[in-house]
């Protein structure tokens, strides 16, 4: 019996150690297999750069549009602003004035070397027209041989609605005034204030007309002086009348006016 069991313990204690042997060997297989998912991972990182380098390039900045009309009115075209009388456009360009942009028409008045911006949406507040066709230009001119038409009321008055038709941008108004104000070598001389306001009103005709007809201004008023000569001559008497009713004072008023006037026009 002793025998049998040395025996038996002597086959437990060789059976435990090859057991021993063989359990290392699936450890060893997990070890290997584990650095297999490592390797996809660190290629996904590698590509990122490459989309990312796209947005860096640089954006063109936008081309502005040259505006070449507005209104019906176009850049380089001849004008009437009625207070100033006829300008050509230069140009339609924008400004930004207290965060608002605006458009404007850029008008340069060659005579009297002033240039003026007017927002392209109040051309027609402020009366701005196109020049008068060759027809009209003819009836302003026929105007200019009709009788002179004076009311009998005060000069101060007749001052008034004489600058109000010279400021009225209508040619043919304009060609009115003249032909009432006109005094010939026979008849007598005409006040300050008077003589100011044909000048004017001679001023703003012979313009247009020029532009109109592609002439000088010289010529323009050559055939405005032409056509007076032809109205019937008014009678003497009534013109001294009328001289004795201007006065310095009412020159003065009408100076004031003048002033006012334009004041209200540079607020426009």
């Known amino acids: 019996m002793p025998e049998k069991t040395a025996k038996t313990a002597a086959k437990a204690a060789a059976a435990k150690p090859a057991a021993a042997k063989v359990a290392p060997k699936p450890a060893a297989t997990k070890t290997a297999a584990a650095p297999k998912p490592a390797a996809p991972k660190a290629a996904v990182p590698a590509a990122a750069p490459k989309a990312a380098a796209k947005p860096a390039a640089p954006s063109r900045p936008e081309e502005k549009k040259v505006v070449t009309q507005r209104q019906g009115f176009k850049a380089n075209e001849f004008v009437v ?10 140009a339609i360009e924008e400004q ?10 850029v008008i340069n008045f060659i ?6 911006r007017v927002p392209t949406a ?3 507040n402020v009366g701005m027209r196109k020049l008068s066709d060759p ?6 001119l026929e105007t200019l041989k009709g ?9 101060s008055r007749r001052a008034q609605e004489y600058e109000a038709k010279i400021n009225s941008g209508d040619i043919v108004a304009i060609a009115e005034v003249v032909r009432d104000l006109y005094r010939s070598e026979s008849q007598p001389e005409q006040s300050y204030s008077e003589r100011q ?18 002439s000088t201004e010289t010529e323009a008023v050559k055939e405005i002086e032409a056509q007076l000569a032809k109205s019937p001559r008014r009678n003497a008497k009534a013109e001294s009348a009328e001289g004795d009713a201007e006065g310095d004072a009412d020159g003065e008023d009408l100076d004031n006016d003048g002033d006012d006037t334009a004041v209200e026009d540079e607020a426009a």
């Open 122 to 124: 109040k051309v027609a």
């Open 111 to 116: 005579k009297d070397k002033m240039t003026l």
């Open 96 to 105: 930004e004035i207290a965060g608002a942009k605006l458009e404007l028409f």
């Open 135 to 140: 027809a009209l230009v003819k009836k302003a």
């Open 197 to 214: 306001l044909y000048e004017a009103a001679l001023d703003r005709l012979s313009r247009e007309i020029a532009v109109v007809q592609h």
């Open 81 to 90: 602003y009625p207070a100033h009388g006829v300008g050509q456009i230069l």
């Open 147 to 155: 009788r002179a038409r004076v009311k009998r009321t005060m000069w």
